[in-house]
């Protein structure tokens, strides 16, 4: 049974910075294409960034670009966002998710992510 276990959330001021964890088990962790997901209550999860299998490849929403980045350690089965000039906006919850395939190529389809994790919350107070 795949876990993802998130933390790292929690009240932040604009410009500040917070960096998320992800701690997998359950799945041959360095075999899969991860990402983090986020939603505001109310409206639709989005894609924030997704990592493959090696991290050799990266997808960033545009919104997030130049300001998050995503990382992982597949000797330790954990997933990062590093998220730095946080501004209120994005304030959410966090999900990792891991793809539905071994070797799946990066995408912004949220269909394409099978396992999901329980989420983290983020608030950027102005």
């Known amino acids: 049974q795949v876990q993802l276990a998130e933390s790292g959330g929690g009240l932040v001021q604009a410009g500040g910075s917070l960096r998320l964890s992800c701690a997998a088990s359950?799945?041959?962790?360095?075999?899969?294409?991860m990402g983090w997901f986020r939603q505001v209550p109310g409206k639709e999860r989005n894609l924030a960034a997704t990592i493959s299998w090696n991290g050799r490849s990266a997808i960033y929403a545009d919104s997030v670009k130049g300001r998050f980045t995503i990382s992982r350690d597949n000797a330790k089965n954990t997933l990062y966002l590093e998220m730095n000039s946080l501004q209120p906006e994005d304030t959410a919850i966090y999900y990792c998710?891991?793809?539905?395939?071994?070797?799946?190529?990066?995408?912004?389809?949220?269909?394409?992510?099978?396992?999901w994790g329980q989420g983290t919350p983020v608030t950027v107070s102005a």
């Open positions: 998710a891991a793809h539905r395939y071994p070797f799946g190529v990066p995408t912004r389809r949220q269909l394409d992510f099978g396992s």
């Open positions: 359950g799945l041959r962790f360095s075999t899969y294409t």
